[in-house]
């Protein structure tokens, strides 16, 4: 119960902080409210505490006033008493009634003190009264003792619930003195004190309310332009490059609005310059491409004409047209993949997606890259299962396999290369192991880059363009997936496609792991599992271009580092 | 005798390239270097096969197919430079019959005019139907109720080969290899265009056909008869 009590304040408290935080009106309008209500607070205070003195001090001042002239009077009434007379408590009843009569009657308004209450006593020689008119009882002992010594005496006193303010003077008479009170009511001083209070705070709750609401205005102006602000940049950073804030008056505001719509026309500009030479460029390949055709068919033909005829040629002829047929195969792949990576980069590249059984587009790769295999005398290991299904593109998925068993082929010294196949619920990949001569530390990273060569004295069997890989990334790219490199120098090297089963999917980890676990027991005992850790994660935030997994992995100290390199969707956004 | 192509090249070293490659197989060969001459070659020349570049000065490679197959029958096979689908795409429902993209090799373009100039001569006489369609092989003729419809050959080959096994479902592949000459896979698109030119002819609804039926997931097959 408690606790569920303590949740909710710690929510509420967590709201308020958001808005706290997020609302720089809320943050003015709470901040003025507070300090204002303190100096109204203190102010209130000072007021009435000023109006209470006064209104005493103004009841007291006439209080006196009158105590005197009742006094006098009264000493001039009984002048002639004796305070030990048997019958002196009637004596003393009748000047009092004669007195609240007079007094009441004679003063100026201005002088009156209102309403009293009087009270007469004889007091004997050990200080104590015999008679008196009047509720002696109410006056305070204190007040009595000092009107004995013979002074004028003042005190406050409630008295049945009214506060009072006394006064008590003696007053002669032909024996012993009498003990002269006057008792004045403060309660409509105190009604008059509630007033100004009761006043003061509902004017002081009215005064926040309003200076609330104003305050509250006056920060709207300010913050409103400030918040479009922000609205027409959070648009112009989705892309919309046309937003510009309305300029309004010439102040701070349409200020900032007008260096706001500088600055946005400035980059619209640049984007837009930057947008076209890429557009430019993009085009410029594609044409260049495209008008190398005709040409190299013709040179195509040409040669095929010579090639065909080759045996009746002497024999430097005949090299020379089957060198020519050779460099040619090769020209026209380059060309292919030129085009190919320009219509890519201009996004211009279409998935042509569709359900297609993985076993079968992983066979076909292989088999157009089998007489490559036969050529290096390398071993094809195929570890691949039939009915695994995804939503891909089969010629690019087909295309991304060949080229990276033409790679393997390629650096895998003739060692046996691995193809295996792996699945899960929302994702396909496909692995391939060589174990040639592997990757430099830094190199995984480089590999997917364009015309890049590990070794450029390495002899190229595949005759590959250079481009492969990088088309292969960018299909993968396409499909929402991962292509990533591993690789050790003397271990080999290893290339992972992931791809989501479904079009639009997403990827969060990959079924087959990146970094090979098949190494000497060892090694396999102190990193598997890190080693996984490591490429999965890698592939997580689907980061890359540098060596993810070299710290992770350094502690093959005689080994050297292994370099796990993703390229994931995510990696030039 | 031999056969003869007309070849439709704004590009004269390929024309000339291709001229001497096509007589080096066996054909006879004539050259316009341009899409308004092509039309009028058509007509005078009467090729068996018009070989015709897409990109042609003066005319659209594609407006001179589409007049081409306005008036005539004849295969065509397309030159293009471009393999992006809409071209091809473009292209073959303009009225072309197959294409070769730059840079081709010599023996497979003669491949592909071979296949479009394959005219089975000892066919038995076969009448053939499906539906209201019915089919005279031998004599190409086609007619639905009596009243006769023009096909390409190609098309009338496509028909065919459905007609001919009416309760089996063809592939795109396996009808590529039939009707198009193609050994390895090829572009499907093919199949999937010259599918709709036919249907545009044959049916009496294009949009719910009766004759060419779509199986989904697998091929096209006869309706039937």
């Known amino acids: ?573 | 005798m031999k056969s003869r192509v007309l070849v439709v090249d704004d590009d004269p070293a390929l024309s000339e390239m291709l001229s001497i490659v096509l007589r080096g197989e066996g054909f006879d060969t004539a050259v316009v270097s341009d899409g308004p001459r092509a039309l009028p070659a058509v007509r005078e020349l009467r090729p068996d096969v018009v070989l015709l570049d897409l990109m042609l000065p003066g005319m659209n490679g594609i407006d001179v197919c589409r007049a081409i197959r306005a008036e005539s029958g004849v295969p065509i096979v397309m030159l293009t430079a471009k393999s992006d689908t809409v071209d091809v795409v473009l292209g073959l429902e303009s009225g072309a019959d197959d294409y070769v993209i730059k840079p081709f090799k010599p023996k497979e373009l003669v491949a592909r005019i071979r296949a479009r100039l394959r005219r089975t001569d000892d066919e038995p006489a076969e009448l053939l139907s499906v539906g209201e369609v019915s089919i005279d092989v031998p004599a190409h003729q086609v007619s639905r109720s009596g009243q006769p419809i023009s096909l390409t050959p190609l098309e009338f080959d496509l028909l065919v080969a459905l007609a001919r096994k009416p309760r089996q479902v063809f592939t795109r592949e396996v009808l590529l290899e039939q009707v198009w000459g193609y050994r390895h896979a090829a572009d499907t698109r093919l199949v999937n265009v010259h599918v709709q030119r036919l249907r545009s002819k044959v049916e009496r609804d294009p949009e719910r056909p009766e004759v060419v039926l779509t199986v989904r997931g697998v091929g096209y097959k006869a309706g039937p008869p």
């Open chain 1, 1 to 573: 119960m408690f606790r569920g009590l303590g949740h909710l304040i710690a929510e509420l408290q967590a709201i308020f902080g958001a808005a706290w935080r997020r609302s720089l009106q809320l943050r003015v309008a709470v901040s003025t409210l507070a300090l204002c209500s303190g100096v109204m607070i203190v102010l209130g205070l000072l007021l009435q505490t000023e109006i209470a003195e006064r209104l005493v001090q103004g009841k007291v001042d006439a209080a006196r006033i009158q105590m005197e002239t009742a006094t006098a009077e009264l000493e001039r009434d009984l002048s002639g008493v004796n305070p030990d007379d048997e019958y002196v408590a009637g004596t003393l009843n009748k000047a009092l009634d004669r007195l609240s009569v007079t007094t009441l009657t004679d003063q100026p308004s201005t002088q009156n003190a209102g309403d009293f209450r009087a009270v007469l006593a004889t007091e004997d020689a050990r200080g104590g009264n015999q008679a008196w008119a009047g509720r002696l009882d109410t006056i305070p002992l204190d007040l009595r003792r000092a009107v004995q010594s013979g002074a004028l005496a003042v005190e406050f006193k409630t008295v049945d619930g009214v506060p009072m303010v006394i006064y008590g003077q003696p007053v002669r008479t032909a024996g012993r003195d009498l003990q002269f009170y006057l008792l004045f009511s403060l309660s409509a001083e105190q009604r008059t004190l509630g007033l100004v209070q009761s006043t003061l705070i509902v004017g002081g709750l009215v005064l926040i309310l309003l200076l609330a609401a104003v305050t509250s205005l006056v920060t709207r102006q300010v913050v409103r332009p400030v918040q479009q602000a922000a609205e027409v940049a959070e648009r112009f950073a989705d892309g919309h490059l046309e937003e510009r804030m309305p300029v309004k008056g010439d102040d701070e505001v349409a200020r900032l609005a007008e260096s706001y719509n500088e600055m946005a026309g400035s980059i619209q500009s640049q984007i837009r310059q930057l947008e076209e030479f890429g557009a430019l460029q993009r085009r410029f390949t594609s044409d260049v491409s495209h008008e190398l055709r005709t040409p190299l068919t013709t040179v195509r033909m040409a040669a095929d004409v010579l090639f065909a005829s080759r045996d009746q040629l002497p024999a430097a002829l005949r090299r020379s047209s089957e060198l020519l047929v050779e460099e040619l195969d090769r020209f026209e792949a380059l060309l292919a993949d030129l085009l190919e990576i320009s219509r890519l980069d201009a996004g211009m590249a279409e998935l042509g997606a569709e359900r297609t059984d993985m076993q079968s587009v992983v066979q076909r790769a292989v088999e157009a890259v089998r007489g490559l295999a036969e050529e290096s005398g390398t071993r094809l290991e195929l570890d691949v299962r039939a009915g695994v299904y995804a939503e891909i593109d089969p010629r690019r998925v087909e295309r991304i396999v060949r080229n990276l068993v033409a790679n393997a082929l390629d650096h895998g010294e003739g060692k046996p290369v691995q193809i295996r196949l792996g699945a899960d619920e929302d994702s396909v990949a496909v692995l391939v192991r060589d174990h040639g001569l592997g990757l430099r530390p830094g190199e995984a990273g480089l590999v997917f880059n364009r015309f890049w060569r590990a070794d450029s004295s390495r002899a190229r069997r595949s005759g590959g363009t250079g481009l492969g890989l990088s088309i292969s990334l960018e299909d993968a790219r396409l499909h929402g997936g991962w292509l990533q490199a591993w690789g050790e120098p003397g271990r080999g090297a290893a290339f992972r496609l992931t791809l989501p089963r479904k079009v639009g999917g997403e990827l969060d980890g990959s079924p087959l792991t990146l970094v090979p676990t098949d190494e000497p027991m060892d090694a396999v005992l102190v990193h598997s599992t890190e080693s996984t850790a490591v490429a999965a994660g890698a592939a997580e935030d689907g980061a890359a271009s540098s060596e993810v997994g070299q710290d992770g992995l350094a502690t093959d100290g005689a080994g050297g580092a292994d370099h796990v390199t993703s390229a994931g969707i995510g990696e030039q956004r």
